[in-house]
């Protein structure tokens, strides 16, 4: 079973201001409808979803790239913590958002991949097409 997985979007939006926003929890809450809050730097802790999902970032290239340990409360008690990286590269029509979730809960992979279609890349998309 494949415990990983890389998606991508197109983001009507210049990639510092995606970067930001990712990295904000007030704006992290706006583009999901969800709450989280956010330490926006190397070390800093960060929970969205009301707490579903909570982590620790572990590097940021500003405005690029950013690397997370992230896990959720569905996580069996013994698993470590899955990685998060995610791109922000500049295209044409604003910015190309690139996932990479990996060391995921084995049978978990393909309901987060979902997750983060339907809840963190068409909620953006409507976000950043003002």
């Known amino acids: 079973m494949k415990n990983e997985f890389t998606l991508?979007?197109?983001?009507?939006?210049?990639?510092?201001?995606?970067?930001?926003?990712?990295?904000?929890?007030?704006?992290?809450?706006?583009?999901?409808?969800?709450?989280?809050?956010?330490?926006p730097k190397v070390g800093g802790t960060f929970?969205?979803?009301?707490?579903?999902?909570?982590g620790k970032t572990m590097e940021l290239e500003p405005?690029?790239?950013?690397?997370?340990?992230?896990?959720?409360t569905e996580f069996p008690d013994k698993s470590p913590d899955s990685m998060l990286e995610i791109t922000f590269e500049n295209v044409d029509k604003g910015t190309k958002l690139t996932i990479r979730h990996f060391?995921?809960?084995?049978?978990?992979?393909?309901?987060?991949?979902?997750?983060?279609?339907?809840?963190?890349?068409?909620?953006?998309?409507k976000y950043f097409s003002f």
């Open 63 to 72: 405005n690029k790239r950013i690397l997370q340990k992230w896990r959720t």
């Open 103 to 125: 060391n995921i809960p084995e049978g978990q992979a393909e309901e987060y991949k979902k997750g983060w279609k339907d809840y963190y890349f068409e909620p953006m998309k």
């Open 8 to 39: 991508s979007a197109i983001l009507n939006v210049k990639p510092e201001i995606a970067y930001k926003a990712w990295l904000n929890g007030k704006e992290h809450s706006n583009f999901t409808g969800s709450p989280a809050k956010i330490n």
């Open 47 to 54: 929970t969205a979803w009301d707490g579903y999902i909570s």
